[in-house]
C-alpha cells in the first residue's frame, strides 16, 4: 500500500510556485519557507490519519494556501481590534498610535537627522525635537527613557546613589505580570525606608525617617487598585513643604494635565505646581504614544539624569522619539478619542453592526486600563454574540478581541475606531456564516 506521504512536494518545489516567489520578494525567503515547512508538517499528519479523506496537497494548491495565509509584513504579531471595553489593554500593546505618529515612524525607518544639525552638519543633541514638544507639553524640563521601571531606576542612581529613599508602605503597589516597585528599587541598590501603614500614612511618618542619606521621597500612585474607608496618605504640597527632600512622583498613567473624566488620576502639571521635583510618567497609556519613560521636572535635575552614565543604556530609539513627537504636536490620538466617545454614539455604531450581522445592543461600562482611573466605569455600548464565536472572532484577519461575560461575547466599541467597523462587521459575517447563529 503506497504511503500518501511519499507524494506531497518538497519545500523547494512549493516555493517555486509563483505565488511564492512574489511572496518571497515581499517577505523574505526564511520566513515564507518556515510557512511552507509547517503547511507541509501539516499535510502529513492529516495524511497519516487512517480515517483522512483524500486532500489536494499539490505544490500549486499547498502554495495558494500558505500564500493566501501569510500576513503583509514578516512578523508574528497579528492585528487586532480590541472590543474588550478596556481603552488601554496591556496585552494588546496599550495606546494603538495615532495615524500621524504611525506616519513619522515610517519617515524615520530610514536614515534620519535623529542627532545631527543639517544647517551646520555637526553632531546635534539626541531627538530634541520631541524633547522640546514633551517640555512644551508638561511645562518643564524633560528626558525620555526606554519605560516607567526605567526612569526609577536613573532616579535612584542620580538622586539617591549608595543611600536611601522613603516611600509608604500603602504605595509599595505590584503591577502587571509580578512587576513589584520595592523589587525594582532594591535592584538598584538603594535602601528602602517603610513608613506608615498599608491604609494610612502620617507626613510625621516621613519626617521621622528622612535622614543626611535620604535621597529623595518617592510618591507612587496605586495602579489597578483603589484604598477606600479608614485611609489616608500625605499630599506632595505637604511633603515638598516638610520634607527637606525631593519630591519624586510616579503618577503611572501619563496624563499631562487633569482630565474631567479622571478627576482623581494625577496628573504631571499639577504635581510640579505642587513642588514634586521630578515627575515619571509612561508614554503608552493615558499620553496616547509609544512606549516610554518620561521624567519630567526641574531643568537642572533633568539634566543631571541625562547626563548619568545609566541614560546611555535607557535611550529610546529614534522610532520612539519620532512617534512621541508626533502624537505630542498631531490630532489627538486613539486613547483619547476613545475617552471622548459618549454612550449615545457607541449605541448608533452598535446598532449599525447589529444590524448588519443579527447581533443585539447592550450598555456596557468600560474601563481606562493600563493602571489609569481605577475603579472609573466609562459608559459604553456593545454588541452581543453566543460565546461560542469568541474563539473564531479571534482567528480572523484582524483578529476580533471581545470579552466573553455571562454566555456572552460583547464586543465593546469604545476602543474601536469607527474605521474600523467595516472590518468588524466583515469578520462577524464569516465567523457567523461558518459557526451559525
Same mark, same amino acid.
Given at each position: 500500500?503506497?504511503?500518501?506521504?511519499?507524494?506531497?512536494?518538497?519545500?523547494?518545489?512549493?516555493?517555486?510556485?509563483?505565488?511564492?516567489?512574489?511572496?518571497?520578494?515581499?517577505?523574505?525567503? $526564511?520566513?515564507?519557507? $518556515?510557512?511552507?515547512?509547517?503547511?507541509?508538517?501539516?499535510?502529513?499528519?492529516?495524511?497519516?490519519?487512517?480515517?483522512?479523506?483524500?486532500?489536494?496537497?499539490?505544490?500549486?494548491? *499547498?502554495?495558494?494556501?500558505?500564500?493566501?495565509?501569510?500576513?503583509?509584513?514578516?512578523?508574528?504579531?497579528?492585528?487586532?481590534?480590541?472590543?474588550?471595553?478596556?481603552?488601554?489593554?496591556?496585552?494588546?500593546?496599550? =495606546?494603538?498610535?495615532?495615524?500621524?505618529? #504611525? =506616519?513619522?515612524?515610517? #519617515?524615520?525607518?530610514?536614515?534620519?537627522?535623529?542627532?545631527?544639525?543639517?544647517?551646520?552638519?555637526?553632531?546635534?543633541?539626541?531627538? #530634541?525635537?520631541? %524633547?522640546?514638544?514633551?517640555?512644551?507639553?508638561?511645562?518643564?524640563?524633560?528626558?525620555?527613557?526606554?519605560?516607567?521601571?526605567?526612569?526609577?531606576?536613573?532616579?535612584?542612581?542620580?538622586?539617591?546613589?549608595?543611600?536611601?529613599?522613603?516611600?509608604?508602605?500603602?504605595?509599595?503597589?505590584?503591577?502587571?505580570?509580578?512587576?513589584?516597585?520595592?523589587?525594582?528599587?532594591?535592584?538598584?541598590?538603594?535602601? %528602602?525606608?517603610?513608613?506608615?501603614?498599608? $491604609? &494610612? /500614612?502620617?507626613?510625621?511618618?516621613? /519626617?521621622?525617617? %528622612?535622614?543626611?542619606?535620604?535621597?529623595?521621597?518617592?510618591?507612587?500612585?496605586?495602579? $489597578?487598585?483603589?484604598?477606600?474607608?479608614?485611609?489616608?496618605?500625605?499630599?506632595?504640597?505637604?511633603?515638598?513643604?516638610?520634607?527637606?527632600?525631593?519630591?519624586?512622583?510616579?503618577?503611572?498613567?501619563? *496624563?499631562?494635565?487633569?482630565?474631567?473624566?479622571?478627576?482623581?488620576?494625577?496628573?504631571?502639571?499639577?504635581?510640579?505646581?505642587?513642588?514634586?521635583?521630578?515627575?515619571?510618567?509612561?508614554?503608552?497609556?493615558?499620553?496616547?504614544?509609544?512606549? =516610554?519613560?518620561?521624567?519630567?521636572?526641574?531643568?537642572?535635575?533633568?539634566?543631571?539624569?541625562?547626563?548619568?552614565?545609566?541614560?546611555?543604556?535607557?535611550?529610546?530609539?529614534?522610532?520612539?522619539?519620532?512617534?512621541?513627537?508626533?502624537?505630542?504636536?498631531?490630532?489627538?490620538?486613539?486613547?483619547?478619542?476613545?475617552?471622548?466617545?459618549?454612550?449615545?454614539?457607541?449605541?448608533?455604531?452598535?446598532?449599525?453592526?447589529?444590524?448588519?450581522?443579527?447581533?443585539?445592543?447592550?450598555?456596557?461600562?468600560?474601563?481606562?486600563?493600563?493602571?489609569?482611573?481605577?475603579?472609573?466605569?466609562?459608559?459604553?455600548?456593545?454588541?452581543?454574540?453566543?460565546?461560542?464565536?469568541?474563539?473564531? *472572532?479571534?482567528? #480572523?484577519?484582524?483578529?476580533?478581541?471581545? &470579552?466573553?461575560?455571562?454566555?456572552?461575547?460583547?464586543?465593546?466599541? %469604545?476602543?474601536?475606531?469607527?474605521?474600523?467597523?467595516?472590518?468588524?462587521?466583515?469578520?462577524?459575517?464569516?465567523?457567523?456564516?461558518?459557526?451559525?447563529?
Amino acid at each position: 500500500m503506497n504511503d500518501p506521504r511519499r507524494s506531497l512536494p518538497s519545500v523547494d518545489r512549493v516555493l517555486a510556485e509563483p505565488p511564492l516567489v512574489r511572496a518571497i520578494e515581499a517577505l523574505g525567503r $526564511n520566513f515564507v519557507t $518556515n510557512r511552507v515547512r509547517a503547511a507541509l508538517e501539516e499535510s502529513r499528519a492529516r495524511a497519516a490519519a487512517p480515517s483522512s479523506a483524500l486532500h489536494d496537497a499539490s505544490a500549486a494548491s *499547498l502554495a495558494a494556501a500558505v500564500a493566501d495565509a501569510l500576513p503583509s509584513a514578516p512578523t508574528s504579531l497579528r492585528e487586532v481590534i480590541n472590543a474588550t471595553g478596556i481603552v488601554v489593554h496591556t496585552n494588546l500593546g496599550r =495606546a494603538p498610535l495615532s495615524e500621524a505618529a #504611525q =506616519a513619522a515612524l515610517v #519617515q524615520a525607518a530610514g536614515a534620519t537627522d535623529v542627532e545631527l544639525d543639517l544647517a551646520t552638519g555637526r553632531r546635534s543633541p539626541r531627538g #530634541q525635537a520631541a %524633547i522640546d514638544a514633551l517640555a512644551a507639553a508638561a511645562g518643564a524640563g524633560a528626558h525620555v527613557v526606554n519605560n516607567g521601571a526605567a526612569a526609577i531606576v536613573l532616579a535612584c542612581h542620580v538622586l539617591a546613589p549608595a543611600g536611601n529613599i522613603v516611600l509608604s508602605r500603602g504605595e509599595m503597589v505590584e503591577i502587571g505580570d509580578g512587576f513589584r516597585i520595592p523589587e525594582l528599587i532594591a535592584a538598584t541598590g538603594v535602601e %528602602i525606608r517603610e513608613v506608615g501603614t498599608t $491604609n &494610612r /500614612t502620617h507626613l510625621r511618618d516621613y /519626617t521621622n525617617a %528622612i535622614d543626611a542619606r535620604t535621597g529623595f521621597v518617592l510618591k507612587v500612585h496605586p495602579s $489597578n487598585f483603589l484604598v477606600e474607608g479608614f485611609a489616608g496618605g500625605v499630599g506632595i504640597d505637604a511633603l515638598a513643604r516638610e520634607a527637606g527632600v525631593p519630591i519624586v512622583a510616579d503618577i503611572g498613567s501619563g *496624563l499631562l494635565r487633569p482630565h474631567p473624566l479622571l478627576p482623581d488620576e494625577p496628573d504631571a502639571r499639577t504635581a510640579l505646581r505642587e513642588g514634586a521635583s521630578l515627575v515619571i510618567a509612561s508614554g503608552d497609556k493615558l499620553l496616547g504614544g509609544p512606549q =516610554a519613560g518620561l521624567l519630567l521636572g526641574e531643568p537642572e535635575l533633568i539634566h543631571r539624569l541625562r547626563r548619568h552614565p545609566l541614560a546611555r543604556a535607557l535611550r529610546v530609539d529614534k522610532l520612539t522619539l519620532a512617534a512621541l513627537e508626533a502624537t505630542l504636536l498631531g490630532p489627538p490620538p486613539p486613547v483619547v478619542a476613545a475617552l471622548a466617545r459618549t454612550r449615545e454614539e457607541l449605541r448608533g455604531r452598535a446598532r449599525r453592526i447589529a444590524e448588519a450581522t443579527g447581533g443585539r445592543v447592550v450598555d456596557t461600562e468600560a474601563a481606562v486600563g493600563g493602571g489609569g482611573g481605577p475603579g472609573v466605569s466609562l459608559p459604553s455600548a456593545a454588541v452581543a454574540l453566543p460565546e461560542k464565536h469568541a474563539a473564531a *472572532l479571534r482567528a #480572523q484577519r484582524p483578529a476580533v478581541m471581545g &470579552r466573553v461575560r455571562d454566555g456572552q461575547v460583547l464586543l465593546d466599541l %469604545i476602543a474601536v475606531d469607527p474605521r474600523e467597523d467595516a472590518a468588524l462587521i466583515s469578520a462577524l459575517h464569516l465567523v457567523l456564516a461558518e459557526g451559525g447563529a
